[in-house]
């Protein structure tokens, strides 16, 4: 497996990877769990090679403790991506992907400011613009992204669409813990009975599937979902919204297309966010 540096070091090893086949990408924050290791065995299944970035983008980090207290296990992610058969690891450092600031940047105007976007301003903007860049210097034909970052994935497919970016976007759906706790990086930062309640998160979704199965409103499923979380006192509701999936336009009443449920949801030292697409 290369371990490329630098953006002229990676550039040498694209050249022959593309050269001898089709190069599907995963773009990470490292800290990685069984949830980045199904995107590349995903990307593997439709490639002839598998390039991952590991690079903790600063510019999508709207605090500083957060961006600080980010985990960072550069050994085990190299050893993990080694073993799922990985061609080649991206790693810069903050430098070589921002050399001269932030004069350029990418935003998904509309898509970025909204729902989660109004949560965490500045977020998919900066998620935007890495991304655009990783595009740039890996020139990968395909690329895959996790459902549990629902605003995200839609946020990059809007990006790729509206700027005619040579790449195609795969979702993956969502890997979970035992208890239905969506694997994240952020989890380890939970502290004592938080990790006990974060099963909530999955819990609540899963009880508003079934009511708007059982033909509910919204506001109904919105209603079972807070009820559910707080029923939990390490952690406190941020974020919930029911949204048109397609469209990302709220949606009210009984819905009669697919619909998709973020919430975001804030423990003492992090906040962790979850998401459930129903078909109608
Ligand atoms: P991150 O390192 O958190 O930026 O995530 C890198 C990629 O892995 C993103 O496309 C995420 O959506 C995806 N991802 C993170 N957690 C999971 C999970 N539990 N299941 C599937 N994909 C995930």
Known sequence: MHICRSIAEIRNVM???ATDGSVGLVTTMGALHAGHMALVAAAADDHDAVVATIFVNPTQFGDAKDLENYPRTEETDLAMLRDAGVAAVFIPDAAEIYPDGEETIVETTHLANILHGEVRPGHYRGVATVVTKLFNIIQADAAYF?????????VIRR????L??????HG???????????MSSRNVRLIADERYDARVLHLSLTVAEALIKEGKTVEQAAESIRGVISSKRSCKL???D?????????VTGVPTKTIGIMIS????QVMLIDQKEIAI
């Open 15 to 17: 050249w022959d990877l």
């Open 146 to 154: 996790g459902e549990k970052d629902y605003q995200q994935l839609a």
């Open 159 to 162: 990006m790729v669409r509206d």
């Open 164 to 169: 005619h970016m040579p790449i195609t976007i």
């Open 172 to 182: 993956v759906p969502t890997v979970r813990e035992a208890d239905g706790l969506a």
């Open 238 to 240: 941020v974020g919930l």
């Open 242 to 250: 029911i949204v048109d999936a397609e469209t990302f336009a709220p």
């Open 265 to 268: 949801v804030q423990f003492l």
